[in-house]
């Protein structure tokens, strides 16, 4: 068991660093942390790794992508005021660096995800909501040819961006990270499916809410943007650095 384990951490290890020279630094404290290799140490990490996809999915149910390398917080009906809280306050710490990642990435994208951001900053949710959900479709179709929202009815209702998740082995570091796009999330369910909160993209773009427009809401609409612009490109980066 340690050995697989041990195994297991290895290969995490190196994907981590080729999907992200940011993450260096968080690679080598789980290294130093291996030594000694206790027995409690290794039920710790196999705990964390199997609950991080969970922790990923139950995010999306209330409508937060994490768009982070890092292992990301537990939520719950418990919790949920804290971790909105927490997650509101990353978005606005990384903002920046948010911006500056998305417009580096799709050039080509600037102007409405900069006036976005801008309505974003300025507290004019009604407007960067539409526009966030509007070009994480729009990336995600140019990252992996498929949009964001929706459901593949040949798929059992799963959706679209299933398909392209199947490449990836159970508790990759890859599958790991593309877990939310195995589900439909809170933001991506239609208005007839039970959901833990009150908005969804279906809702704001096609005129059915009108009381959308806040900053709980917009944040989260960012984080999926983020997570889209960022996460799954990495990954995509990844999948094509290793066929070269």
Not at 23 to 37: A, V
Not at 212 to 224: F, H, I, Q, T
Request: proline fraction near 4%; charged fraction near 25%; hydrophobic fraction near 35%.
């Amino acid at each position: 068991m340690k050995e697989a384990v041990a195994s297991a951490v290895e290969n995490i290890q190196r994907a981590i660093t080729n999907i992200s020279p940011s993450i260096i630094e968080f690679n080598q404290k789980l290294n130093s942390s291996l030594h000694p290799f206790s027995e409690q140490l290794e039920y710790e990490i196999e705990k964390s790794i199997r609950k991080y996809p969970n922790s990923l999915k139950m995010l999306a149910e209330y409508g937060w992508y994490w768009p982070f390398f890092d292992f990301p917080p537990t939520i719950n009906s418990k919790n949920v005021n804290e971790v909105d809280e927490m997650m509101v306050a990353l978005i606005k710490d990384n903002i920046t660096k948010i911006e500056d990642d998305l417009i580096n990435e799709f050039s080509h994208r600037a102007k409405p995800i900069t006036a976005a951001i801008k309505a974003h900053k300025k507290k004019e949710y009604d407007l960067s909501i539409p526009v966030f959900f509007a070009q994480t479709d729009g990336i995600c179709k140019e990252l992996i040819g498929r949009n964001f929202f929706g459901a593949d009815r040949s798929n059992g209702f799963k959706p679209y961006t299933y398909a392209w998740t199947e490449q990836f082995r159970a508790f990759s570091i890859l599958g790991i990270l593309t877990e939310p796009l195995k589900h439909k999330g809170g933001l991506n369910k239609h208005h007839s499916e039970d959901n833990l909160i009150g908005i969804t993209r279906h809702s704001v773009l096609h005129g059915e809410s009108s009381d959308y427009g806040n900053a709980l809401n917009s944040n989260k609409a960012l984080s999926l943007l983020y997570y889209v612009g960022y996460i799954v490109h990495k990954v995509k980066e990844n999948i094509e650095s290793e066929s070269n």
